[in-house]
């Protein structure tokens, strides 16, 4: 079966302009997860989708950062007005339920560059 | 608050020999661990996790580790290693309480990771 997939795999931005990462997950997921990972912090957490509500977002570094789930599946995280810290991978993770007890499957990444 | 350290960076050791990538972490509340493999311009892969019961854990690709509460660890090992287990290692936690107060979300708290090199 498929796993996570997301796009673009490679985004170049400049800086100021606002960027669109997209999460598939794997089909019938209820967890959705997004992190963060660059040299300078690691590997970070973001937020957390149950269905296509969002209990948890303490992870998200600024109020440029947000993102929604619609239907349960796709996700999409936006950054506007990006800045050059903003470089990173970011890494979207899906579990079929919530709770420890669920392992988490990861994809690709996407990695941005913000010149 | 929950924190990981994995003190090495890097570690290279030649093919079939053992190796043991440390792990500390510190935490007010149960613990949940993680060891996750990353190969090169890969996603994250689970090797092992540690929830309840036996402290020592077997993991894919003959790796394990042992869960240590009073020393806080949960280092990781393989008897033998070879070529393709080259790529870099996290471990990672989570706790019940975090859980509770994520909405149910199973948070993960990473460490700054170890690159593992095997050589011939």
């Known amino acids: 079966g498929a796993g996570v997939s997301q796009s673009p795999s490679n985004k170049v931005t400049e800086k100021g302009k606002d960027v669109e990462l997209r999460c598939d997950p794997i089909?019938?997921?209820?967890?959705l997860y997004w992190y963060r990972q660059s040299l300078g912090q690691g590997l970070e957490f973001l937020i957390y989708?149950?269905?296509?509500?969002?209990?948890?977002k303490s992870g998200l570094p600024s109020d440029r950062f947000s993102a929604e789930r619609t239907g349960g599946s796709v996700s999409t995280l936006t950054i506007q007005r990006t800045q050059q810290e903003d470089s990173a991978v970011y890494l979207c993770?899906?579990?079929?339920?919530?709770?420890?007890?669920?392992?988490?499957?990861f994809g690709p990444g996407t990695r941005l560059t913000v010149t | 608050a929950q924190s990981v350290t994995q003190l090495d960076s890097q570690v290279p050791v030649f093919e079939e020999a053992p190796v043991e990538l440390r792990c500390n972490y510190s935490?007010?509340?149960?613990?949940?661990l993680f060891w996750y493999v990353q190969y090169p311009n890969q996603g994250l892969q689970l090797l092992l996790k540690?929830?309840?019961?036996?402290?020592l854990v077997k993991g894919i690709n003959g790796f394990e580790a042992e869960f240590n509460k009073s020393q806080t660890s949960f280092h990781l090992r393989k008897p033998s290693v070879h070529i393709s287990d080259t790529a870099e290692y996290f471990c990672?936690?989570?706790?019940?309480?975090?859980?509770?107060?994520?909405?149910?979300?199973?948070?993960?708290?990473f460490g700054t990771g170890t690159q593992l090199k095997v050589e011939l």
């Open positions: 990672a936690v989570s706790g019940e309480q975090g859980s509770i107060l994520t909405g149910g979300g199973n948070k993960l708290t």
């Open positions: 993770a899906s579990s079929l339920e919530a709770g420890t007890y669920y392992e988490q499957y």
């Open positions: 089909s019938g997921h209820t967890a």
């Open positions: 989708f149950q269905g296509n509500s969002a209990p948890d």
């Open positions: 540690y929830l309840s019961g036996s402290t």
């Open positions: 935490s007010s509340v149960s613990v949940y």
